[in-house]
């Protein structure tokens, strides 16, 4: 049987998270959407995400697709940038 873990998954990861000089900020949501921010421009992207173990991908609610690492707990690699949790 197989075992959905999406919403675990998912609950382990959500929360800010932040490019080192705070430029770009990503909120995943819990309930499955994210909100980033760039500079002053808030919400510059929003849509929908999905975590399968360490690996996320999303849908940008104007059609953009991407995806990213988590390469443990407090980082994620995505679109070329490196963010931290904020804590």
Partial sequence: METNNKHTDNQT???????ADGYIRQELL???RYDEARGNRQSAYTGRYEIKG???D????TGFTADGTFTD???L???????YREK
Avoid: L, R
């Fill in 73 to 75: 707990n407090d980082t």
């Fill in 77 to 83: 690699q995505h679109g070329g940038y490196i963010f």
């Fill in 30 to 32: 819990p309930n499955g």
């Fill in 13 to 19: 990861y959500i929360g800010m998270w932040v490019t």
């Fill in 58 to 61: 999303y849908w940008d609610d």
């Fill in 54 to 56: 360490t690996h996320i």
